[in-house]
Every structure is written in structure tokens, then in C-alpha cells.
């Protein structure tokens, strides 16, 4: 029979560390909390290889007197409460008393601190927990903790981290949401020496998203200023134009505490629900102020759930701010004529980096980097007719005559090739697969009567009306001729003039990073441009002049909501598949001619009746069926 023991306090620390400290960004968020709490109002977090290796947290808070500096590594030592009562009012981030316990259990620890009232600082070094130096130190006032080797002591947990971008992808979307909801606390973070972002601390929270996620967020933002009830709903949303495929841009803070919460989740979209399509979700960040015994932040070590006690009322509260400010707006996108001035705006902000944060004072900083100049660029708009006729030219060139074609005669919209579809009278399936609609033999039989609805083509052949979806249609003709490049290594690319810059938060920057191979291959070049953004130089010829910027942001997108894994061919083909949806405009409107070259494209396809993603290209109505609508046939 197993025996009873109470286990041993290294034991006990190593397991009450595996609940608050889970991965490097757990260490970060404990600490720069705890500088906030501290009163600092500017703080430097820097990390190297995710944060497995070296974290640094630098403030110029209230610092640790020398006397308590043992005391605040013990577990469940706190100065945030004292009593079970203060549960129920907790205004500080932090009040557990368990991260610097835990962090210290599982790294090594150093920390120098120094409070306004003392002369000198004091360091302290602590590893596994273990105590093994105290002195005093020379240092300005605040909080520098540096923390190495997470995790050295307990392998297995090491074993379970992901690689070292992904890790630090995490600590900086852990930063962007930090400083959002602190806009008057100077935050600058540095990854691998590398200044990611740097915020005033102006208390402008216009200014933290805009040095965050760029300009053409920052001038899509509906201000909110709402309260009620003793509620206040304050911050920004997105217009409708500027929605994402995903809700990684909705961002809550609740009593300045960043959170998640299916409550605000579903106000604010159900509030945008006739703004946007299936699917789409808005850009906010959204600021709520609560009475403190009004909501309850104990629910979990991460802090990162938080109960109310009123919700349906809080519900209504949320769905009415955002809804009030939706209204009475005219949601026109602006148009950026001047991309050189553009350009030169977002280097000038660039090189504008706040001063303030507090410097490390043990060792010498880096200096930031200075960014490239920009090159004076002309812009030519594609023109659709010439997009059309390069991509017929370019077909004639790679298949010459494939099908007997004389080199002078005219490309004629597709005829439709098909069996009779009429056995004994009565209509049937038709094999699509077995008998090829779209063949050169049966052009000559096919007529082409329009378009309807700026979106389906209808043909004629024979006995049956054929409604051919040109977007489908469009979209797997890219999608095949962008595989076909890149089975052949011969994939042509268009050079941007200017450079398209591209503003990511830390998720999109890392996915980008992890896939940049892949984009390479597919004729993407893209090139750092400091901090978060990117330059895109070249795209696929065959997406010239399809809305890049969008394409790219959706092809993110689709990354960060659900990683492609497999084998090269697997994740060109998802990355291809992506792109050519993305490249697909709706509601087009296309000349006959325009309309004829792209049913020939279709020709040249393995399989012409679905798009990359499974939507049927073209759908047919005999005329059997259409006189038994009107009656003709009883």
C-alpha cells in the first residue's frame, strides 16, 4: 500500500511554478505587471531566442526595499492584498504572490532594484530557488530583472516549448496588448537586439495603435466614449472596411487588464452584424471600466477571464456603445493617391522613436538601427483589357497550336462539349468528368449570350443553357497556371513601384517569417522594413494589380487562424489556393472578349468544373427542364 508524505518544498515550488509560469510569455506578463504595479510609467522588455535563453524587464517604478527583497521570492508574498475581503475590490494586475516564487524555482533570477529613498540599490541573484548572492549595487530608481536558462532545472517542460519565433511571437503579441491597455506608460520592446515597437506614454491610445499596427489602421478608427450605469465603454473601432478574416484584431481590457471575453465578443459583433459579411469580424480595441466588486478576476492563475456579475445588463451595455458609434458614419475608404509621400511619412514616424523608457544601465545598448531610404518610385495602374490579352498572349506562347489553332484565327469563348443529356425523354446527371464539357470540338456550337448580375456568363450549346461563374472560373485558371510555374521553377513576378509596405502584429509577423520560403517560391518578395513591417517588392505576374495589400493580409490571415502542415506540395497548393481567392474580385464586370479568353483558359484544365476550393465553375439547365417551367412539356 502507497504511502501518505507530504512532498518536500523544492517539490512543491516546482509544481505550484508549472501553473503560473507555462512558457517564457507567462514570465514577461507576471513581471512587467508587477512594474506596473510598482507605478512605472515607462518599462523595457527585452528578449533573446523567445525568451528561453534571457528576459529582461527594466522599470522606473518603486523599486524593492533591501530589507524585502527575500521576502517578495517567497510564495504567496504579496504587498496587492492582505485579506481574503480585499478579493473582492482587486484595482492591482498582479495580488497572487506567486510569480516571482515561481519564476525564481525554475530559471535563474537576477534582480536590482532600488527604491527613491535609499542610496544604494541592492542585487539579488537566486537559481532553482536557491539563494545565492545579496550585495548592494549602484543603480537608478526602479526594477531590473533579468531572467536565464527557463526551465533549466525541469527538462521535460523545455522539451514542450515551441520553436524560439514562435515563443517570441507570443511575447509580442503579449506587448501590443500591454500597451494598448496602458496608453500612458511608455513601453519599448526589443526581440534578439531588434526595437519591435516604442511608445510614448502620451496617454494617447490612438498613437499606441498607430505605432503598432500602422497607418492604415490608425485612419480606419471610430472613436467610443459610452457610459452608463456605472459603466464606461471608451477606445476605438474599426470602420467596416477595415475587417479581418479572424478575431485576432478585437482587443478587451477590462480596469486596464487585457482579457477575453465571449460576453464583449458577441456585443460588438452582433453590433456590426449589418456592416459586415459571414465570417468578417471588426478591428476595436475597447477599453471597459467596471466597478471592481462587480466582477471577479480569481478565476484563473493567468488572469485572463474575468466573471460579471451583471451580464445581460453589461451585454446591452457593450452592444449599445459600439452600435451608437457605428451610426451616423459614412463609410467611404480614402484613398491613398501619393504613395511616395506615404511611404516617406512612415519612414519619418519610423525614425521618430519616443525617448523615455528606462535603459538597462548594467551594459551597453545597441543602437537603433537606421533605416534604409526610400527609393522615388512611378506607379502604373494594370489595365484589365491588357491584363486579359497578356494572359491570352502568354497561352499562345506556351502552348502553340495545342489544339490546332491557326495562329491568326480569334479565341472564341468556350463552346460547351456534352452528350445528350436526354435518355428516353428524361433528363439526367451528366458525366462531367467522363465527357469534357469545354473541348475545342465543340466550339464551334456554343454561343455566348451575356452576363448577368456583373457575375455569371451564359452559354448556349445545343439543347442545354450553361452559367459559368467567372470568378470561380478566374480563380482556378490562377491557381493552375501559378502550380504549373512553380512545378516548372519559372515563376514570373512583378515588380511593386513603390514598395508595398505592410504593417503586422506579432502573430501575422512571425507566420509570415515561418512561411517566408514558401512565399519566395511563389514569387512573393518581401523584405523586413524594420520593427513589425514589410516591403513587398515583386508579386506573381498572374496577381498584378489584384488588390496585393489585401490578398497578402487574407493569405495571413487563413496562417494564423489554421497553420499549413504537410509535405512543400501540400503547403504550395494551400498557399497557392489562398492567393487565387484572395485574387478573385466579385462583381466585375467583363466584356464578351474578356469573357471569351477566360472560358479558353479553361480548356487547358485537368478538372474546369470547380474552383481550388471546391465551388462549382459552371452549372447547366437543359432545355428539357426549362419547358417543363413554362409548361411546354406535361
Not at 412 to 428: E, F, V
Not at 447 to 464: A, R, S
Not at 472 to 498: I, S
Amino acid at each position: 500500500m502507497a504511502q501518505i508524505a507530504v512532498l518536500d518544498s523544492e517539490t512543491i515550488d516546482k509544481i505550484a511554478a508549472g501553473e503560473v509560469v507555462e512558457r517564457p510569455v507567462s514570465v514577461v506578463k507576471e513581471l512587467v505587471e508587477n512594474a506596473m504595479d510598482a507605478g512605472a510609467d515607462a518599462v523595457t522588455v527585452e528578449i533573446t531566442e523567445g525568451g528561453t535563453s534571457f528576459i529582461r524587464v527594466t522599470d522606473n517604478g518603486s523599486g524593492i526595499p533591501k530589507d524585502q527583497i527575500r521576502t517578495a521570492f517567497l510564495r504567496h508574498a504579496t504587498s496587492k492584498i492582505h485579506s481574503v475581503e480585499d478579493l473582492l475590490s482587486i484595482r492591482s494586475l498582479g495580488f497572487r504572490g506567486e510569480a516571482l516564487s515561481s519564476i525564481a524555482a525554475v530559471s535563474k533570477v537576477e534582480i536590482i532594484s532600488k527604491t527613491a529613498d535609499d542610496y544604494a540599490g541592492v542585487r539579488y541573484l537566486i537559481s532553482g530557488g536557491a539563494e545565492e548572492e545579496l550585495s548592494e549595487v549602484g543603480a537608478p530608481d526602479g526594477t531590473t530583472i533579468m531572467v536565464r536558462n527557463l526551465f533549466y532545472n525541469i527538462p521535460v517542460r523545455r522539451k514542450f516549448l515551441k520553436s524560439f519565433a514562435t515563443e517570441g511571437s507570443y511575447i509580442a503579441d503579449l506587448m501590443e496588448h500591454l500597451a494598448m491597455s496602458r496608453p500612458e506608460v511608455s513601453f519599448k520592446f526589443v526581440m534578439n537586439r531588434d526595437t519591435r515597437f516604442h511608445t510614448s506614454g502620451n496617454g494617447d491610445l490612438r498613437e499606441v495603435i498607430y505605432r503598432i499596427f500602422g497607418r492604415d489602421v490608425s485612419e480606419c478608427l471610430i472613436p467610443v466614449d459610452y457610459e452608463r450605469d456605472g459603466i464606461h465603454i471608451s477606445g476605438y473601432i474599426g470602420k467596416p472596411e477595415m475587417n479581418r478574416a479572424n478575431r485576432n484584431m478585437e482587443n478587451y481590457f477590462v480596469n486596464s487588464r487585457y482579457i477575453k471575453s465571449d460576453i464583449i465578443a458577441r456585443a460588438v459583433e452582433e453590433a456590426y452584424q449589418s456592416y459586415l459579411m459571414k465570417h468578417k469580424y471588426p478591428v476595436c480595441m475597447l477599453a471597459v471600466g467596471v466597478p471592481a466588486d462587480e466582477i471577479d478576476v480569481n478565476v484563473h492563475p493567468s488572469k485572463m477571464e474575468i466573471r460579471f456579475i451583471r451580464q445581460q445588463e453589461f451585454f446591452d451595455i457593450v452592444y449599445q456603445a459600439v452600435s451608437e458609434a457605428l451610426k451616423g458614419n459614412e463609410f467611404i475608404p480614402q484613398v491613398i493617391l501619393d504613395e511616395k509621400e506615404h511611404l516617406q511619412d512612415i519612414v519619418a514616424e519610423k525614425k521618430s522613436l519616443s525617448e523615455g523608457a528606462p535603459e538597462p544601465f548594467e551594459t551597453n545598448r545597441r543602437p537603433v538601427p537606421v533605416l534604409r531610404e526610400e527609393t522615388v518610385y512611378g506607379e502604373k495602374t494594370p489595365d484589365l483589357q491588357d491584363f486579359f490579352q497578356t494572359n491570352r498572349q502568354t497561352r499562345l506562347i506556351e502552348e502553340p497550336n495545342a489544339a490546332g489553332i491557326a495562329e491568326n484565327d480569334d479565341i472564341h469563348a468556350n463552346p460547351i462539349d456534352t452528350s445528350d443529356s436526354l435518355i428516353n425523354g428524361k433528363p439526367h446527371q451528366m458525366e462531367l468528368f467522363n465527357d469534357k464539357l469545354l473541348s475545342e470540338a465543340a466550339k464551334p456550337g456554343h454561343k455566348i449570350l451575356g452576363q448577368i448580375f456583373d457575375t455569371y456568363w451564359l452559354v448556349q450549346y445545343e439543347d442545354k443553357l450553361f452559367i459559368i461563374d467567372q470568378h470561380a472560373a478566374h480563380e482556378k485558371v490562377k491557381f493552375e497556371r501559378l502550380m504549373k510555374h512553380l512545378k516548372e521553377k519559372d515563376m514570373p513576378g512583378q515588380m511593386l513601384t513603390p514598395p508595398m509596405i505592410l504593417h503586422l502584429n506579432a502573430r501575422e509577423y512571425q507566420v509570415l517569417s515561418e512561411y517566408r520560403g514558401h512565399f519566395l517560391k511563389l514569387g512573393f518578395e518581401i523584405e523586413d522594413f524594420g520593427g513589425n513591417e514589410v516591403a513587398v517588392r515583386t508579386v506573381p505576374m498572374d496577381l498584378y494589380g489584384c488588390n496585393e495589400r489585401e490578398l497578402l493580409m487574407n493569405m495571413l490571415d487563413e496562417l494564423v487562424d489554421g497553420p499549413v502542415r504537410g509535405t512543400p506540395d501540400v503547403i504550395y497548393e494551400k498557399l497557392a489556393s489562398m492567393a487565387c481567392k484572395s485574387a478573385v474580385k466579385g462583381n466585375m464586370s467583363m466584356t464578351a472578349a474578356e469573357a471569351e479568353v477566360l472560358i479558353s483558359e479553361l480548356l487547358y484544365l485537368d478538372n474546369p468544373y470547380h474552383c481550388p476550393h471546391g465551388r462549382p465553375t459552371i452549372v447547366a439547365m437543359s432545355k428539357y427542364e426549362l419547358e417543363k417551367k413554362f409548361k411546354r412539356i406535361i
